[in-house]
């Protein structure tokens, strides 16, 4: 600290430094005393003490760095030998006269991403769109896979001409599953939207363990998964119906297996293989199906139904919106009365011709079905779709929405009459379990190639 006094002379005031400590105040002036004003006083100025701050000197902290957003980056994929020496230009030209190979010319896409170039500004030089782009990036990459996973010759040349679009749909299935998905796609001349579905059952076939009929369809065989995933729709579909006939007769054209075939031929034949012995948790299933929402089946679907949803309790079933129909061009959805909460389902046929009085009750498990419980009946919520246009209690084997207690539960027709019962809160059309990833059946690291 500094500590500036003045020291005065009879004729001539010198400034004088001194250095001492202070109290560290701030900068401050001692003013004269009152008495300094007698004419025969000598007049002593007080000092002037300057107190620095040292913090006032710290530099000023620069601000945090931000992360900033990086584009996403391709992993580098080995050019071909005959596009190595190829300079910028060269690679550009390529692409935008479709030179060659798509699988050969795929990776210079990602040579050029790799320098700083965007899906949009490739596509405005090349022609690719961002869509495409992505398409011949992954496909080529899925091909490599079938190359390391010594898949024959004739079967890769299947995918020289517009083989990207398929092997793309294939791209989450592991190494070992690509193979067996890529001969069948050549072996039943499959389409894009046929690559799609096969990929989706084979992915899904291992979570519905413990459905109707599924050990009777072979896991290992592409066929039989995209069978089964038919055989399952079927039954989602009224009995006789349409969709249900064409479901099945699918299902039976594409099972590889004679045990496969032998369940669809079943299930063809009607309800004969389901009753006699049968229990009551399997003749639920043929009259209410039991669906779990697939992950972005919703996103997917070509139409939606949107439903009001409420809790498992009388009041709010009651309360609940009874009519809500779709508008204008757009299906802008218009309810009579304002509700918190909806639910998008797709266009199943139990609820895509449902007029007024449609609701989905939630449930936080499924023990409130009338059925012999599984497993995943305490583990998982359900959605109930009901439709209260038809309380009535008419068939032994419908399934209706009864009070029970403060909350709800399903009940059979014929415990409802035994009981009593001539009226319900309405039919109960289908029930929902909710989507679910399989963390076990998830690729590793090497299955990503």
Known sequence: MLSLSLSPSP????????????????????????????????????????????????????????????????????????????????????????????????PLITSLIREGFSPSSIEEITGITGV???????????????????????????????????????????????????????????????????????????????????????YALPGDCLSFMYYRQSREHRNPSEQRSSALEQALRV?????????????????????????????????????????????????????PVCAAEEREVLEAPFECRSEGEFGVVAAEKGWGRWVALPGWDPVVGLGGGAVVVSFADARVLPWKANRWYKEEPILVVADRSKTQVGADDGFYLVPDGPGLKVERGLALKELGFGESLGTVLLVVRPPKEENEYQLSDEDWE
Not at 46 to 69: C, H, T
Not at 153 to 177: K, N, P
Not at 192 to 212: I, N, V
């Open 11 to 106: 004729c001539v005031a010198a400034n004088t430094l001194n250095l001492k400590p202070i109290s560290p105040n701030d900068l401050f002036l001692l003013p004269p005393s009152s008495s300094s004003s007698s004419p025969h006083r000598r007049h002593f100025p007080r000092p002037i003490s300057a107190v620095l701050n040292s913090s006032s000197f710290k530099k000023p902290q620069p601000p945090p760095q931000q992360q900033v957003y990086q584009p996403f980056r391709p992993p580098p994929t080995p050019l071909p030998s005959q596009y190595g020496a190829l300079d910028l230009a060269g690679r550009i030209e390529i692409l935008a006269d479709r030179l060659g190979l798509w699988y050969e010319y795929a």
């Open 132 to 218: 495409e782009q992505n398409r011949l990036i992954v496909g080529a990459q899925v091909r490599e896979s079938l190359v390391h996973s010594e898949a024959d010759a004739d079967l890769l040349a299947a995918f020289e001409t517009g083989g990207a679009e398929l092997l793309y749909e294939i791209r989450l299935l592991s190494a070992s599953q690509r193979v067996a998905a890529a001969r069948f796609l050549v072996e039943n001349r499959c389409d894009g939207k046929g690559a799609q579905e096969l990929a989706r059952a084979m992915k899904d076939f291992p979570s519905r363990r413990g459905d109707k009929g599924w050990e009777r369809f072979d």
């Open 255 to 307: 099972a590889e297996t004679e045990e496969a075939r032998s369940a669809v031929l079943e299930e063809m034949k009607g309800e004969e293989g389901e009753g006699g012995e049968a229990d009551d948790g399997e003749r639920m299933v043929a009259r209410v199906p039991v669906v779990r929402l697939a992950i972005g089946e919703v996103a997917e679907a070509s139409s939606v139904v949107v439903l």
